[in-house]
């Protein structure tokens, strides 16, 4: 155990743990977003509603839902630790004028980036987490026999208020800018620099920026465009 304390409290760990649980979220993500789109099948959300029932009552699914909680602290805390730790051994900021000769704008504001998904991530989880799941303020609907959150209706509601979607928006661009550096330096951190792979590894990345807050954002935008139609 001691080489594994030591691994992982040192830079080099640190920033190992960081990417290797952005990977893992982003397999989340890709599963998120394949549920997601079920959202808009015309069949006035009972599909959606029968894959989110599932995805609370199947118990095999618990665990897992334990490991995203803490896929999404460690790699928000560890990320924080290691750009202040990385602050703090650079006292001595480089002139704005050389600023994006070694790095870009997004690799250089990865922090603030993180820090507004952390946000989004709060009033996502307020909105519909919690009211499924902890105050209940849900209502039920029977598809099949089986008597289920509505959460169909749900988002629905959500996404017919402006400010709601305009937060969402807000939050799937920084999703995409976070992916855009994210993800590639991941596989860097974790030692996949081969120049045969380089080239698959960019192109997934820039593939997953765009993709995701695209398909992410088509969602709300669907919902608000035909409630003022």
């Given at each position: 155990m001691g080489w594994t304390k030591l691994f992982f409290t040192s830079s080099i760990g640190r920033k190992f743990?960081?990417?290797?649980?952005?990977?893992?979220?982003?397999?989340?993500?890709?599963?998120?977003?394949?549920?997601?789109?079920?959202?808009?099948?015309?069949?006035?959300?009972?599909?959606?509603?029968?894959?989110?029932?599932?995805l609370v009552t199947f118990p095999a699914l618990r665990p897992l839902e334990v490991i995203l909680f803490a896929g999404f602290i460690f790699h928000i805390i560890?990320?924080?630790?290691?750009?202040?730790?990385?602050?703090?051994?650079?006292?001595?900021?480089?002139?704005?004028?050389?600023?994006?000769?070694?790095?870009?704008?997004?690799?250089?504001?990865?922090?603030?980036?993180g820090?507004?998904?952390?946000?989004?991530?709060?009033?996502?989880?307020?909105g519909f987490f919690a009211s499924?799941?902890?105050?209940?303020?849900v209502e039920y609907v029977t598809i099949n026999g089986t008597r289920m959150h509505d959460m169909y209706s749900l988002v629905k509601e959500k996404f017919q208020i402006w400010w709601y979607v305009a937060i969402y928006l807000v939050g799937?661009?920084?999703?995409?800018?976070?992916?855009?550096?994210g993800f590639q330096s991941s596989f860097r951190t974790i030692g996949l620099r081969h120049p045969k792979y380089l080239p698959v590894v960019k192109g997934l990345g820039i593939f997953f920026a765009i993709a995701f807050p695209v398909g992410f954002a088509v969602i709300p935008l669907y919902f608000y465009i035909n409630s003022i139609l």
């Amino acid at each position: 155990m001691g080489w594994t304390k030591l691994f992982f409290t040192s830079s080099i760990g640190r920033k190992f743990l960081v990417a290797i649980t952005g990977l893992f979220l982003v397999l989340f993500l890709l599963e998120h977003l394949t549920g997601n789109l079920l959202l808009l099948l015309p069949d006035g959300g009972d599909t959606y509603n029968i894959y989110a029932h599932f995805l609370v009552t199947f118990p095999a699914l618990r665990p897992l839902e334990v490991i995203l909680f803490a896929g999404f602290i460690f790699h928000i805390i560890y990320a924080l630790y290691v750009a202040i730790r990385n602050r703090q051994a650079r006292p001595v900021r480089y002139a704005k004028t050389n600023a994006g000769v070694s790095s870009s704008w997004v690799s250089r504001n990865m922090v603030p980036l993180g820090i507004i998904l952390l946000v989004f991530l709060v009033i996502h989880l307020a909105g519909f987490f919690a009211s499924a799941r902890i105050t209940g303020d849900v209502e039920y609907v029977t598809i099949n026999g089986t008597r289920m959150h509505d959460m169909y209706s749900l988002v629905k509601e959500k996404f017919q208020i402006w400010w709601y979607v305009a937060i969402y928006l807000v939050g799937f661009i920084a999703l995409g800018l976070h992916l855009w550096h994210g993800f590639q330096s991941s596989f860097r951190t974790i030692g996949l620099r081969h120049p045969k792979y380089l080239p698959v590894v960019k192109g997934l990345g820039i593939f997953f920026a765009i993709a995701f807050p695209v398909g992410f954002a088509v969602i709300p935008l669907y919902f608000y465009i035909n409630s003022i139609l």
